[in-house]
């Protein structure tokens, strides 16, 4: 069977995505569902666009932008104590500038949660109140907070432990940043006008130590945001809960029914966002980064059956860091990685991720997708055994686009810093996928407006769910032609694939490219500046 470029989402996997993935890692293994506070739930990596003309140049062009979200499904009621960071974890962002899979920048950020024990007179004796804030909140560390969060940022060089670790501090010299208070409503803070001005409060500018001269400032934020990710979370974990003409129509997509579900949408999450000159992350001539964010909690807990009055006291925290979470690529664990070795990802490190090919190179998910949509594991899997077609993209980045000069396979988000950002408008919803459709499936990406988008690195625009599912069903084959046709940037037969991988070898042929979840990714609102995702659900709304 022919691939039609006519198909609209389809080559959508093309060559992309690689990632096997239907949500971003929300509740993904069983260790981390009794530790939300160190889920990891997405990490963004991209060249910045805010300002950035239609040539891509000018505005915050020259800097990258990481996101590493965490505490997935945030009702926006959940109060009274919301969704604090834990001060007893480390949150990390690992960065590989130079391909072997192993962190040479890492940024590393623990938090302090100071109670400031409000209290009101209630006849003759001054009483603790039950509340985190006892009046309306405008400004930082607010007087009328009852829990004041703040964090410092260390920047390492080499091993995460054993490197070089130097202070990120503000422009003015303090080290010590301010979190704005999660969107507790809007008699608190205020509409989302009025909450997005205190947030922006928290925006502060930095000093990046040991970066180029004239490139050492940067941003960093930490707060709550809304969720960005759109997925049919639902309905994907009831077995794919909706008929398969209606995900292989891309006319359906955020259609009444089972599409348009952005249930998602209606929660928050908290973000550690960072902008750093593109210059003071590559290494040597090699313009590709690798990126993955984990986080840690001590090895030891001590619980104490009568705490003392104050702040988290219950716990006591020592030893050595263990690291419990880790996401680089969206949903790898969570719909890659099979349940016995979930927990077992998420305390590993990308240099030792041959330990977990065979769930790439023989995936689950085409086979589950085939039992539950048509009843039969064969019916919609690929045949090209092992697909080497996945493990080239996933674990080594697309010659041409985002692989690096010298690569070690390993799951991390990889991003071609050289490679120009897009402005939001213009950008391809389907990254480098949706390129090889718009020039029509040319040999020669030459003339693509949009190569800055997943699996080169990842935007909030980005529309990774239907990319993967799209990759895992076989696409990439089919646009790869059985003469391992596809080329990227005058490139030939990238990637190398082996020689089952074609057409003849993807039961669902070319409508393999159709495959989406009935949400659209691009129809979720996001800032077009930093710290990009959207203003948080207020935890009650005017009436």
């Known amino acids: 069977m022919q691939f039609k470029f006519g198909n609209v989402a389809k080559a959508c996997l093309l060559l992309v995505t690689a990632s096997a993935a239907m949500a971003a890692s929300h509740r993904e293994a069983p260790f981390i569902t009794t530790s939300p506070k160190v889920d990891g739930t997405d990490f963004y990596m991209f060249r910045s666009y805010e300002g950035v003309s239609a040539t891509g140049t000018g505005g915050r062009s020259d800097y990258v932008t990481m996101i590493a979200n965490y505490q997935p499904l945030q009702g926006p009621y959940g109060g009274p104590n919301y969704f604090s960071m834990d001060p007893n974890a480390l949150y990390e962002i690992h960065l590989d500038n130079n391909g072997d899979a192993k962190e040479d920048i890492t940024f590393q950020f623990r938090f302090t949660n100071k109670l400031n024990s409000v209290a009101l007179p209630i006849g003759s004796a001054n009483v603790a109140i039950p509340l985190i804030q006892a009046g309306a909140v405008s400004n930082l560390t607010d007087a009328n907070l009852n829990l004041n969060e703040t964090y410092t940022v260390a920047m390492v060089r080499g091993d995460r432990r054993k490197g070089t670790s130097q202070s990120v501090a503000k422009t003015n010299g303090a080290s010590t940043f301010e979190k704005p208070v999660d969107y507790i409503g809007t008699k608190t803070l205020g509409d989302a006008t009025a909450y997005e001005a205190y947030a922006q409060k928290h925006v502060h500018a930095v000093k990046?130590?040991?970066?180029?001269?004239?490139?050492?400032?940067?941003?960093?934020?930490?707060?709550?945001?809304?969720?960005?990710?759109?997925?049919?979370?639902?309905?994907?974990?009831?077995?794919?809960?909706?008929?398969?003409?209606?995900?292989?129509?891309?006319a359906n997509k955020d259609a009444a029914g089972q599409g348009g579900k952005h249930y998602i949408q209606k929660n928050n999450v908290t973000s550690i966002a960072l902008e750093v000159h593109k210059d003071c992350l590559t290494a040597g001539s090699d313009p590709v980064i690798g990126g993955w964010t984990t986080a840690s909690m001590r090895q030891t807990r001590l619980l104490n059956g009568k705490p003392a009055s104050g702040h988290q006291t219950s716990e006591k925290a020592g030893g050595a860091?263990?690291?419990?979470?880790?996401?680089?690529?969206?949903?790898?664990?969570?719909?890659?990685?099979?349940?016995?070795?979930?927990?077992?990802?998420?305390?590993?490190?990308?240099?030792?991720?041959?330990?977990?090919?065979?769930?790439?190179?023989n995936p689950t998910l085409p086979a589950l997708l085939g039992v539950v949509l048509s009843g039969s594991a064969t019916a919609l899997a690929p045949t090209n055994l092992p697909r080497t077609d996945l493990a080239t993209v996933f674990l080594t980045g697309i010659t041409g686009v985002n692989k690096p000069t010298s690569a070690t396979p390993s799951e991390v988000l990889r991003l071609n810093t050289a490679i120009a950002?897009?402005?939001?408008?213009?950008?391809?919803?389907?990254?480098?996928?949706?390129?090889?459709?718009?020039?029509?499936?040319?040999?020669?990406?030459?003339?693509?407006?949009?190569?800055?988008?997943?699996?080169?690195?990842?935007?909030?625009?980005?529309?990774?769910?239907?990319?993967?599912?799209?990759?895992?069903?076989?696409?990439?084959?089919?646009?790869?032609?059985?003469?391992?046709?596809?080329?990227l940037n005058g490139v030939p037969g990238v990637p190398s694939l082996t020689s089952a991988c074609k057409a003849s070898s993807v039961p669902l042929?070319?409508?393999?490219?159709?495959?989406?979840?009935?949400?659209?990714?691009?129809?979720?609102?996001?800032?077009?500046?930093?710290?990009?995702?959207?203003?948080?659900?207020?935890?009650?709304?005017?009436?």
């Open 208 to 250: 990046v130590p040991g970066c180029p001269a004239g490139k050492d400032t940067g941003y960093v934020f930490v707060g709550q945001r809304q969720e960005g990710f759109a997925v049919n979370l639902g309905t994907v974990f009831d077995l794919v809960n909706a008929p398969a003409s209606f995900l292989l129509d891309p």
């Open 321 to 361: 860091w263990v690291q419990v979470s880790r996401l680089g690529n969206p949903l790898v664990n969570e719909l890659v990685i099979g349940l016995p070795d979930k927990d077992k990802f998420n305390a590993s490190k990308p240099q030792d991720d041959t330990q977990f090919l065979t769930y790439v190179t």
């Open 421 to 487: 950002p897009v402005q939001f408008a213009d950008q391809n919803r389907l990254g480098v996928a949706g390129e090889v459709l718009r020039v029509g499936g040319t040999a020669n990406l030459a003339t693509a407006k949009d190569l800055a988008g997943f699996p080169n690195g990842r935007r909030p625009k980005d529309d990774v769910v239907d990319i993967a599912l799209v990759a895992v069903l076989g696409g990439l084959c089919v646009i790869n032609g059985d003469n391992n046709s596809l080329a």
């Open 509 to 543: 042929g070319g409508t393999s490219a159709n495959i989406h979840d009935g949400v659209d990714q691009a129809t979720v609102p996001f800032l077009n500046r930093f710290p990009y995702l959207n203003t948080p659900n207020a935890g009650s709304a005017a009436n």
